[in-house]
């Protein structure tokens, strides 16, 4: 009786508009300087966030990452916890200065045997590594040189590529090369919010992008060389996203226009059309960085998937002499307490259709989606956010329809599994379906926990 009941709620799931194609990739996300703490233990070099952070007035209430969520001594516990919730999927970042603390030269045996004892552990529970190779933690000793505008940090990111893709490639077979260039180079050295905290001219910060584009080049190379059988790569961006005030076929290429138009084309032009065209020229008003010969082959070579990260997105109409106009975000519409953070779950449909209309993306992640909330502390064993869990539910709401309309959507990442260093706002912002209490790092999973749990088993929106 009980067989029957579950296998026709099973039919049923697969009929209805809330179910996702069998097969659909589910997880959460983190990364390393977020959570791991152990800023200083078994070798590991001071990455730029470790020393941004020291700096007065640098991160709210002078939050540092040197503990985080513990999870370097407790990841253990962390994947029993995600594994009885039945994630099946983990996004986790190796921090570089771990493996090379002086950002050249050699390589840190204790800090690839921790990466060999986690990416065990989480297969061990039958959950499945997606590795991002940088997540923001550059090495301390890398920008003493000069950091991102010197290309001497690509040529060191070939390196660390090889070594962790040779290390852990025979298990690991989703690689991400760098997480969301334009906000790590843009506020780490154009407004100087986020680590190192530079305040440098646009033509550096160009430069600064090139570079980091070859390291995505050098990260898919060391995939293709190092990786193995079936072994998948791809970059994870944060494009802005041009939503469609009214969906209409006018309002919809005016957003298509901005999405090309808009700083997206930094990243996915030389990605996608392997150069700096009329989209990037007009962007950085003629602006070239210094291009080496070969350069667009290393940063052009063909991707499995776009990681998307996709939070929030930019309304935009066709406007006066049929160009695109953006739109004010609603002031009524819902927010989230991240001041940067302006809720839009229609995203998640424009994102990937965006992608794969302009840049001709076949297959897109989404690598993070969430909504960062200052949630007060558990009563009695429960934290009820059920504000993150509405508009969790929006979000994938909405993927499901794209998906529906033909988007090509292979997975979804929440993020984050749980509360933790979120950058510049340190530990208030909180972004987890799991709450952390930083003094005791006791954990609590939320009402979205729950919920996305269940989501999880079902394959389907509940
Ligand atoms: C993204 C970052 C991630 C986290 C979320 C909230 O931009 O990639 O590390 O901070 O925002």
């Known amino acids: 009786m009980k067989d029957s009941k579950e296998k026709m709620t099973a039919r049923a799931a697969a009929v209805s508009p809330?179910?996702?194609?069998?097969?659909?990739?589910w997880g959460v996300a983190a990364a390393a300087a977020q959570v791991e703490g152990a800023a200083e233990e078994e070798g590991k070099g001071l990455s730029i966030w470790?020393?941004?952070?020291?700096?007065?007035?640098?991160?709210?209430?002078?939050?540092?990452?040197?503990?985080?969520?513990?999870?370097y001594h407790r990841f253990r516990q962390d994947f029993d916890l995600m594994a009885a919730f039945g994630m099946k999927n983990y996004r986790l970042s190796i921090a570089w200065p771990r493996i090379m603390p002086d950002g050249v030269g050699s390589v840190n045996r204790r800090g690839l045997d921790f990466y060999h004892r986690l990416i065990d552990a989480v297969l061990e529970r039958g959950i499945t590594p997606w590795v991002t190779m940088f997540h923001w933690d550059l090495p301390q000793a890398l920008e003493a040189r000069g950091g991102w505008p010197m290309r001497l940090?690509?040529?060191?990111?070939?390196d660390y590529a090889d070594e962790i893709v040779k290390a852990?490639?025979?298990?690991?077979?989703?690689?991400?090369?760098?997480?969301?260039?334009?906000?790590?180079?843009?506020?780490?050295?154009?407004?100087?919010?986020?680590?190192?905290?530079?305040?440098?001219?646009?033509?550096?910060?160009?430069q600064a992008f090139h570079h980091a584009l070859l390291c995505h080049g050098?990260?898919?190379?060391?995939?293709?060389q190092h990786g193995g059988a079936g072994a998948r790569v791809g970059l994870t961006d944060n494009s802005t996203v041009a939503i469609p005030l009214a969906e209409t076929p006018e309002d919809i290429a005016a957003a298509k226009r901005h999405f090309v138009g808009s700083k997206n084309c930094r990243i996915l032009e030389p990605i996608y059309r392997g150069g700096y065209g009329p989209d990037y020229l007009a962007f950085t008003s003629g602006w070239l960085p210094q291009i080496a010969p070969g350069d667009f082959e290393?940063?052009?070579?063909?991707?499995?998937?776009?990681?998307?990260?996709?939070?929030?997105?930019?309304?935009?109409?066709?406007?006066?002499?049929?160009?695109?106009?953006?739109?004010?975000?609603?002031?009524h519409y819902p927010t989230a307490d991240s001041p940067w953070l302006r809720l839009n779950p229609r995203g998640l449909y424009w994102g990937p259709r965006e992608a794969a209309e302009v840049y001709g993306v076949k297959e897109v992640v989404i690598t993070e989606n969430g909504a960062g909330y200052d949630d007060a502390p558990p009563v009695d064993g429960e934290v009820l956010d059920l504000h993150r869990l509405d508009y969790l539910r929006a979000c994938l709401r909405e993927l499901r329809r794209g998906i529906a309309?033909?988007?090509?959507?292979?997975?979804?990442?929440?993020?984050?599994?749980?509360?933790?260093?979120?950058?510049?706002?340190g530990y208030d912002r909180r972004f987890g379906l799991v709450y952390n209490d930083f003094k005791t790092?006791?954990?609590?999973?939320?009402?979205?926990a729950h919920w996305y749990s269940r989501v999880i088993r079902g394959n389907a929106l509940v």
């Not at 020393?51 to 040197?66: C, E, I, L, Q």
């Not at 309309?405 to 706002?425: C, H, I, L, P, T």
């Open 18 to 25: 809330s179910a996702f194609p069998s097969g659909f990739v």
């Open 50 to 71: 470790d020393v941004f952070a020291k700096r007065p007035g640098a991160v709210h209430n002078g939050d540092t990452p040197a503990v985080a969520c513990d999870h």
């Open 153 to 158: 940090v690509a040529d060191t990111f070939a």
């Open 441 to 448: 790092q006791v954990r609590t999973p939320k009402a979205s």
């Open 168 to 206: 852990y490639g025979d298990r690991v077979k989703h690689w991400i090369t760098l997480n969301e260039i334009e906000v790590f180079l843009d506020n780490g050295y154009g407004s100087g919010r986020h680590a190192p905290g530079r305040k440098e001219p646009a033509g550096v910060v160009n």
């Open 405 to 425: 309309d033909g988007n090509r959507v292979s997975g979804y990442f929440a993020w984050s599994f749980m509360d933790n260093f979120e950058w510049a706002d």
């Open 218 to 224: 050098h990260g898919v190379r060391a995939v293709r």
């Open 298 to 331: 290393l940063i052009a070579q063909p991707t499995d998937f776009l990681g998307m990260n996709i939070y929030s997105g930019t309304c935009v109409r066709q406007g006066p002499g049929g160009k695109p106009q953006v739109v004010p975000y609603p002031g």
